[in-house]
C-alpha cells in the first residue's frame, strides 16, 4: 500500500505525508479523534467559518515543520532522517491529549493538562508501534541533545503558533492574524543548540508577535466567545457537581464515567490503558447530545444553561479594565435571582460570576526568541536594539449575567 499521501489543505494548498509511520498514526483511532475536537471551541458562534478542527491543524504544523527541517539542513544544521522524522511525529501528535472543545474544556471534566495526556498517549502509541516514537518522546518532553527540535514543537516561535495564527485566522476571516510564516521558516537556523531567527527577519518576528495579540483579543478571547465557553464550563461544572451527588444524568457512556468520577494524573499513570480508552471515546459529539439532553432535565441551572448554549442565547458580558466591586456583583445577583423567581444560592456563580483573562503576546521569563545578528552575536529579542514589541501582559476583567 502507498502510504505517501497528499492532501490538499485549504491554507497551504497541497501538502504531502513524507512517512509511511505518519500515514499510520494519522490512521489511528486516536488521531482520527481529533477531527471531532474543535480548534476554537465555540468561537464559531462569533466567526460561523470557525468550524475547523485540531486535525486539521495538527496537520498544517507537520507540514510547516517539514519545510522548517529543510531550510534548517540547507543551513547545513545536523539533522538525521530519523530525527527529522521523530521531529514530524512529535508535532503532529502535540494535540493528540485535547478535551472536547479544546481549551473551553481543559481541567473541567478531567483536572490533567492536555500536554500530560498527550505525553501519555504518545507513551502507549510507542508501544503500539514497538518503539519507533522514542526519539519524538524525547523532543517532545525537551529531553533530547538537540533542542532546536524541541523548540520546533514548543517555544514563542514554535510551527504549532505559526500554524493556528495562519488557520485560525483563515477560518475567522480575522485578517489580522496573518503571519508569513514562509518568511519566519526561511530566517530560521541554529546557533549554539538553539533555534534563533536571522536578523533580517527580526521584523518578520514583530509582526507575527503583533498579530497573535491582535487574535487573542479578537478571536480567542473575544467577549462573546468567552461568554459562550464560561457558560459551557460552568454547564459542565454543575453536572459533575449533580453527578457527585448521584443525580441521574443522560449521557455518552464516556462522559458519564468522568462525570461520575474524579480522575487525577495519577489515576492515568496508574491506570494509564484503561482510562486513556476512556478518554479517548470522548468528543464534541458527547457534549453537544449531552447539552441537548440536559436543556429538559429538572435542575433549573443544567437545564437553563445547557438550553441557552444549544440556542446561542447567551449571557450577557461586560468587560473592562479593572474588577468589578463586590457590591455591585452581589447586587446583580440578587436582582437575577428575583427575575428569575429563584434563591440566589441556586443562581450564585452559575448565572452571574466575574472573573478575568489576561494575555501576553511575548514573555521574557523563559525560552525567549533568540536574533542572531551578522557578527554572531545572539540577542534576545527583548534586548534587540530595533524591535517594538514591548513583554506586557494585559488583564481585562469580565462579569457574565441573563439579561434583564
Not at 496537520?59 to 540547507?74: D, F, P, W, Y
Not at 456563580?349 to 545578528?373: C, H, M, R
Request: aromatic share 10%; with cysteine; hydrophobic share 40%.
Amino acid at each position: 500500500m502507498n502510504k505517501k499521501k497528499i492532501f490538499n489543505d485549504p491554507v497551504y494548498g497541497f501538502t504531502s505525508i513524507p512517512h509511511g509511520i505518519i500515514f499510520d498514526l494519522i490512521e489511528h483511532p486516536y488521531y482520527q479523534r481529533l477531527r471531532r475536537i474543535s480548534q476554537l471551541g465555540l468561537s464559531h458562534y462569533v466567526y460561523p467559518g470557525a468550524l475547523h478542527t485540531r486535525f486539521h491543524h495538527a496537520l498544517g504544523a507537520m507540514h510547516l515543520m517539514t519545510h522548517a527541517i529543510e531550510t534548517l539542513k540547507s543551513k547545513d544544521v545536523d539533522i538525521s532522517k530519523k530525527e527529522a522524522r521523530a521531529a514530524l511525529i512529535a508535532i503532529l501528535l502535540h494535540d493528540i491529549g485535547h478535551a472536547p472543545f479544546s481549551h473551553a474544556l481543559e481541567n473541567t471534566l478531567v483536572k490533567v493538562h492536555h500536554e500530560e495526556l498527550s505525553e501519555l498517549f504518545m507513551q502507549k502509541l510507542n508501544e503500539e508501534f514497538k518503539g519507533k516514537l522514542d526519539t519524538a518522546i524525547q523532543i517532545f518532553q525537551n529531553k533530547y541533545p538537540k533542542k532546536f527540535l524541541h523548540q520546533l514543537v514548543s517555544s514563542q516561535l514554535d510551527m504549532d503558533r505559526m500554524d493556528y495564527l495562519n488557520r485560525d485566522s483563515f477560518f475567522t476571516g480575522v485578517s489580522e492574524g496573518v503571519i508569513g510564516s514562509d518568511r519566519l521558516i526561511k530566517m530560521l537556523t541554529v546557533k549554539n543548540n538553539e533555534l534563533v531567527v536571522e536578523e533580517k527577519g527580526i521584523y518578520s518576528v514583530e509582526k507575527f508577535l503583533i498579530a497573535r495579540r491582535l487574535m487573542y483579543w479578537q478571536v480567542y478571547l473575544h467577549k462573546t466567545v468567552l461568554a459562550a465557553e464560561q457558560m459551557l464550563i460552568r454547564t459542565l461544572k454543575r453536572a459533575k457537581e449533580l453527578a457527585q451527588q448521584g443525580v441521574e444524568l443522560e449521557a455518552s457512556e464516556g462522559l458519564k464515567f468522568f462525570l461520575y468520577e474524579n480522575i487525577t494524573i495519577k489515576d492515568f499513570k496508574k491506570n494509564r490503558n484503561i482510562l486513556l480508552e476512556k478518554y479517548a471515546s470522548l468528543d464534541d459529539v458527547d457534549i453537544l447530545s449531552a447539552l441537548k439532553s440536559w436543556s429538559n432535565h429538572n435542575d433549573f441551572v443544567l437545564s437553563y444553561l445547557s438550553k441557552r448554549i444549544i440556542e446561542r442565547n447567551l449571557l450577557k458580558i461586560k468587560m473592562q479594565n479593572k474588577p468589578f466591586k463586590k457590591e455591585y456583583v452581589k447586587d446583580l445577583r440578587q436582582i437575577i435571582a428575583t427575575n428569575l423567581k429563584k434563591d440566589r444560592s441556586e443562581t450564585k456563580d452559575y448565572l452571574v460570576f466575574d472573573g478575568k483573562e489576561s494575555n501576553s503576546a511575548y514573555t521574557t521569563n523563559k525560552d525567549e526568541i533568540k536574533i542572531l545578528y551578522k557578527d554572531g552575536k545572539v540577542v534576545p529579542m527583548s534586548d534587540a536594539s530595533d524591535h517594538g514589541v514591548q513583554p506586557k501582559i494585559i488583564t481585562k476583567h469580565y462579569i457574565c449575567y441573563p439579561k434583564y
